[in-house]
């Protein structure tokens, strides 16, 4: 009888951990979601674990933020607007271009700034 009350009791202890932990989980969600109308993330991207790119519109204006668990930095301010971006026709690929696209892309940024 003991034993079954030992197990009875570690079943409940672990069913509340799992509630409070689902809890939690729905409770932060709801924190995050904000709803602002001048800042909006856009896209992410996860380059690893507590690394990713986010492309963010801010009053319209569209930059791509490289985000670590410790430090976030403006990595580029983008020429288009958030209406442009999202206006573009759906390319092939799902819109990824080719590592030697992407490679000229770079290439010719490069150029521009010198």
Not at 9 to 17: D, Q, R, T, W
Not at 54 to 61: A, N
Request: proline share 4%.
């Amino acid at each position: 009888m003991e034993y079954f009350q030992m197990i009875m009791a570690l079943i409940g202890v672990l069913a509340l951990v799992f509630v409070i932990f689902w809890l939690m989980k729905k409770l932060n969600r709801r924190i995050s979601m904000s709803d602002s109308h001048n800042m909006r993330i856009l896209e992410r991207i996860n380059l690893g674990p507590d690394k990713m790119l986010l492309l963010v519109s801010v009053c319209g204006k569209c930059m791509v933020l490289g985000v670590t668990s410790n430090h976030t930095e403006k990595i580029l301010d983008l020429e288009q607007t958030e209406e442009e971006l999202v206006a573009r026709p759906e390319q092939p690929n799902g819109g990824n271009p080719s590592f030697g696209e992407s490679f000229k892309i770079i290439l010719e940024n490069m150029r521009k700034k010198k």
